[in-house]
C-alpha cells in the first residue's frame, strides 16, 4: 500500500536513509508535519550500510507500527517493502537519493519535500502488486555452482 492514510490512528515510524541527498530537510518537513497535524511525532530509525531498512521496518511492525514511512532510494524502498509484505502496515513513500524509479512509477516523485511528506501522510492508500524473485548460478554444464 502507498500512502499513510490513518497516520493519526496508530504509531508511524520514519525509516530514512541519511546518506540519501536531502535526508536533513525531508526529517525536519516530517517532523514538523506531524506537529502542524496534531500527529505524535514519529518513531525515527535510520539505515546504515549494514542495515539497509529490512531490519528497521520489520522492528517497527514488531513494535506495532500503523504505517511506516521510508525516505531513501529504491533500495531502501525495496527493503522496507520486502518487510512490510502481507503485514497489512501501510507504506509511504518520501523519494529522496538518485533515482527512485518506484516513486516514479507511481507519479510520487517531487523536488518539493512538503508536497512529498503531504502526500505520504494524508494521500488515500492503494493496493500495489509485490513481485518475488531469485535466480540460481550455474556453471557450464547447467549445474548449481
Not at 24 to 52: F, K, N, Q, S
Not at 115 to 131: M, N, Q, T
Request: hydrophobic share 50%.
Amino acid at each position: 500500500m502507498v500512502g499513510v492514510s490513518d497516520a493519526a490512528s496508530g504509531t508511524l515510524w520514519a525509516v530514512m536513509n541519511p546518506a540519501a541527498r536531502g535526508y536533513a530537510v525531508m526529517r525536519r518537513v516530517l517532523e514538523t508535519a506531524c506537529r502542524d497535524a496534531g500527529l505524535p511525532a514519529p518513531v525515527i530509525a535510520t539505515t546504515t550500510p549494514e542495515a539497509d531498512g529490512y531490519p528497521q521496518v520489520h522492528e517497527a511492525v514488531a513494535q506495532g507500527a500503523r504505517a511506516v514511512v521510508v525516505a531513501g532510494g529504491d533500495g531502501t524502498l525495496r527493503e522496507a517493502a520486502r518487510a512490510l509484505a502481507g503485514t497489512g502496515v501501510e507504506l509511504g513513500i518520501l523519494p529522496i537519493g538518485t533515482a527512485n524509479l518506484f516513486a516514479y512509477n507511481l507519479r510520487l516523485r517531487t523536488r518539493k519535500p512538503l508536497l512529498a511528506v503531504d502526500r505520504a501522510l494524508f494521500a488515500p492508500a492503494r493496493s500495489v502488486d509485490i513481485g518475488w524473485a531469485s535466480w540460481r548460478v550455474l556453471d557450464e554444464r547447467g549445474e548449481l555452482f
